[in-house]
């Protein structure tokens, strides 16, 4: 094997993308600030019973494990950052009420999410613990809007769901076996594998589920659930919260789908995901889930999101050009270093030629428009 191969679905971040990467990092994080958000940096290995707490068989299967050769306890690689800030909110911070954290980082999955996916995603999200009730989604979902226009993304399409439907129909059910393949068939939009998964269920479940399956779109949609779907206060009351939702979130253009149920394990309520043009998977994705802090002592109310830098990063990297940059062949002087490190300091990228270095070497990685030249009176921004 050469040695300078390495495994599928990692990859190297490149300069165009690393910059691209970190640009988005930064608004990201930035944004979270003004807002109110802590930012925590939870570390990248843990004990697989605290980074798999209250997260269900996903991320299970998502997360390496290997034994840690100086306790010989077996710890994980994080997959998610999610159960991490649990923690912290629980076992650390310990506060008594409403307590807002932010974090930007890599995770590593045993598993890519999809065929061309890496297996080292990079993200920023934000966790609100402690807040139930509508005002608490709200400011969830509006951040979450906020943050891709932050990152450029001129036209929000949030699509919205809610676990609380398919746990009115299933019930204590909602445990067995054989709702993985229901849910699996929800996802895929597959009646046919549906009608085969639900067939141990009553038939008005059978139907409500059909439905589902076949009822998504804009919110008015939500009219024919609300008349066909079984009147349990629980759905009623979950359609009601979508509706509501929808009218505060601030995107361009909402839709629903309650076959989105990728998290029913562990989401207890409204959950959301944006999609963008070009790619096949969520760059956004978040939701309620309620009581993940619970293994940790404290069963807390929590909603956040989570936004998928890399892929971004990728998209934008494929359309940006290179940064202008300035290069500077004058030897060394005081005062040309002062007008250097001012020029710096304005956020301008300045190259300084080593000796046998050209230009054109240089217009590799930049697009070079001008060279710091002086001049009897002084310096002068010489056009290339």
Known sequence: MSIWLIPEHFADILPREARALESLRRKCLDLFIVHGYEIVQPPLVEYVESLLTGSGSDLDNSTFKFMDPGTGKTVGIRADMTPQCARIDAHILGRKGVSRLCYAGSCIHARPMHPLASREPVVAGVEL?????????????????????????DFVHIDIGHT????????????????????????????????????????????????????????????????????KPEILAALKEVRELAGLCGADEVSVDFCDVHGYQYLTGITFSVNIPNYAQAVLRGGRYDGVGLAFGRSRPACGFTVYLRALAGLQAAQSHRPEAIVVREPFARD??????????????????LPGERTEDVSEQFMVTKELVRTSAGFELKAL
Request: glycine share 8%.
């Open 129 to 153: 613990f402690g807040a139930s009730g509508q005002q608490a989604d709200a400011e969830i979902m509006t951040l979450a809007v906020k943050t891709l226009r932050k990152l450029g993304i």
């Open 164 to 231: 609380g439907i398919l746990r009115a129909l299933l019930g204590e059910r909602i445990t067995d076996e054989n709702v993985h393949a229901v849910v699996r068939a929800l996802r895929m939009k597959d009646p046919v594998a549906l009608k085969t998964a639900a067939a141990g269920f009553d038939e008005e479940v059978q139907e409500a589920l059909q439905l589902l399956v076949s009822t998504f779109g804009d919110i008015a949609v939500l009219d024919e659930l609300e008349r066909k779907l079984p009147q």
């Open 336 to 353: 040309l270093e002062e007008k250097i490190e001012a020029l710096r300091g304005e956020g301008r990228i300045v190259v300084r030629l």
